[in-house]
């Protein structure tokens, strides 16, 4: 079975970097996109960033754009998530994804929902102003 694991996020100043990583292990199920997605105390989960699996083609959420970029390392079964001029409003807990879907088609149909491909449990990144 499939398997993500988020690396540690961490606690930065507003202004400041981080990246994180996502590493997949275990066999490798169908996967049509990869993604990042965040959730914060009192607000729905959000996508912050996809990235197709076949075109490499990416996506992000309008309040990274111009922030935050994906990326993926194949030969490692790597995602990454770079994100810079951190702000207090990204505090969440961050969570990675391999969707069996198109992101694109995720948003349309199942926009929130856990069981579409498999997530990793999370890891918490808290921006200070």
């Known amino acids: 079975q499939m398997r993500l694991v988020e690396s540690v996020g961490g606690s930065v100043h507003a202004g400041r970097s981080l990246r994180l990583s996502c590493a997949a292990s275990?066999?490798?199920?169908?996967?049509?996109?990869m993604g990042w997605f965040r959730h914060a105390p009192g607000k729905y989960r959000e996508g912050v960033a996809a990235i197709d699996s076949i075109d490499g083609y990416t996506s992000y959420g309008d309040a990274v754009q111009g922030r935050f970029t994906i990326s993926q390392d194949n030969a490692k079964n790597t995602l990454y998530l770079q994100m810079n001029s951190l702000k207090p409003e990204d505090t969440a807990m961050y969570y990675c994804?391999?969707?069996?879907?198109?992101?694109?088609?995720?948003?349309?149909?199942?926009?929130?929902?856990?069981?579409?491909?498999?997530w990793g449990q999370g890891t918490q990144v808290t921006v200070s102003s």
């Open positions: 275990g066999y490798t199920v169908n996967r049509a996109s």
């Open positions: 994804a391999a969707l069996t879907v198109k992101y694109r088609t995720y948003v349309a149909r199942y926009a929130g929902r856990t069981d579409i491909g498999v």
